[in-house]
């Protein structure tokens, strides 16, 4: 699902909609193809580091540097600095290459349309006020991973029953356990 502009009102929609639902204009799918193809053409997208966790930040680095050709330490201070912007300007074809490129467990990276009237703090508000909620969640230290169940140890071959019942986190992702 993309987001297109309404031909009438301007504002942003669906492109699945049959009509606008601010002002009501009908859409064809005609219309809402040529947008979207008008869209992925178009130099009009950011690309945004949302988060690198601490386990990540070594192959977010990496990641970092070589998709962008730049030395270590810019590479490691962008990885440092999240929620940063990494480019903006770009096509849609490139911004997925450099996504796949960086995106690796642990590392978040957004692709959005780029609207110049925003300032790059309008833009990475939303992405600081968002990171905010979800520390409250817990995620695994290794993946970053939010899918974490709590249980039993259980029985250990080297260990036996003992500390059996003693309750531990694991990610259902990686399958990396630690202590609550």
Not at 2 to 25: F, H, M, T, V, W
Not at 79 to 100: C, F, G, Q
Request: charged share 20%.
């Amino acid at each position: 699902m993309a987001l297109i502009n309404c031909p009438e009102c301007g504002k942003q929609i669906s492109d699945r909609a049959i009509s606008c639902p601010n002002c009501g204009y009908p859409l064809s799918n005609q219309d809402v193809q040529s947008d979207i193809q008008n869209a992925v053409e178009s130099s009009n997208y950011i690309l945004i580091l949302n988060k690198v966790y601490r386990n990540a930040i070594v192959d977010a680095t990496k990641a970092i540097k070589e998709a962008f050709d730049t030395d270590l330490y810019t590479a490691k201070l962008v990885a440092d600095n999240s929620p940063t912007i990494l480019t903006r300007n770009i096509t849609h074809d490139e911004a997925v290459r450099i996504k796949t490129a960086i995106d690796c467990p642990g590392v978040s990276v957004t692709i959005l349309p780029y609207d110049s009237s925003k300032s790059d703090e309008d833009i990475l508000s939303n992405f600081k006020t968002s990171d905010n909620f979800r520390t409250s969640e817990v995620h695994c230290p290794r993946c970053g991973s939010t899918n974490v169940t709590a249980g039993p140890r259980g029985v250990n071959w080297t260990m036996g029953f003992i500390g059996a019942s003693k309750t531990v986190n694991r990610c259902a992702k990686c399958g990396y356990t630690w202590k609550p």
